[in-house]
């Protein structure tokens, strides 16, 4: 019963009250704590050895704490070692820059798309805020515009811009164009 009521707790916390963590320590600890208890045989009325239910529950805490920190080390250890070995470095990925291989390259972003830059290539022309165009197709709110004869699709900074409309670059985040109709 104590289990159910853990679980309960723990999936209260994963789906209904995330974030604070009370329903999910609490819950932690009931689970815990039912295992520990499923452990027990509470009751021997053995009188020749008076301590012996609470020896046999600190048995199974110490049983059980040995386990979460020989779990806690394994997975430290393999963390820091399994990325390197030869049997698994084609399998385990390890972030770029760490454990780089001779002879590799690292993979690199593309310096037009890095945010902060000023423009975008796009078919050989550059464009920049404030550029002017006319749109080819609707922008309800993505579509087409044409800027100095390339055709480039763009998003709308707010409401529908009709076909044939003049419009100006209002800003450029990453690889997307964004538009505002001019008046």
Do not use: Y
């Not at 291989?101 to 022309?125: C, F, R």
């Not at 998003?155 to 538009?179: L, R, T, Y």
């Amino acid at each position: 019963m104590i289990f159910s009521i853990g679980l309960i707790c723990i999936l209260l916390e994963i789906f209904v009250i995330p974030g604070f963590g009370i329903f999910g320590i609490s819950g932690g600890l009931l689970v815990v704590t039912s295992i520990i208890l499923a452990s027990q045989t509470f009751g021997d009325f053995n009188t020749l050895r008076p301590g012996s239910d609470f020896a046999t529950m600190s048995s199974t805490v110490g049983t059980m704490s040995a386990s979460l920190v020989t779990v806690i080390i394994l997975a430290i250890v393999l963390n820091r070692f399994l990325p390197e070995s030869k049997l698994m470095s084609s399998i385990v990925l390890s972030p770029p820059g760490e454990h780089q291989k001779p002879g590799t390259h690292e993979i690199q972003l593309d310096p037009d798309l890095l945010p902060g830059k000023a423009g975008l290539k796009v078919k050989g022309l550059h464009l920049e805020v404030g550029m002017q165009g006319v749109t080819r197709s609707v922008l309800r709110p993505a579509g087409r515009v044409e800027i100095d004869g390339v055709w480039v699709d763009v998003i709308s900074e707010g409401p529908f811009i009709p076909s044939g409309a003049s419009v100006e670059i209002a800003h450029i985040q990453g690889n997307e164009v964004v538009v505002r109709e001019l008046t």
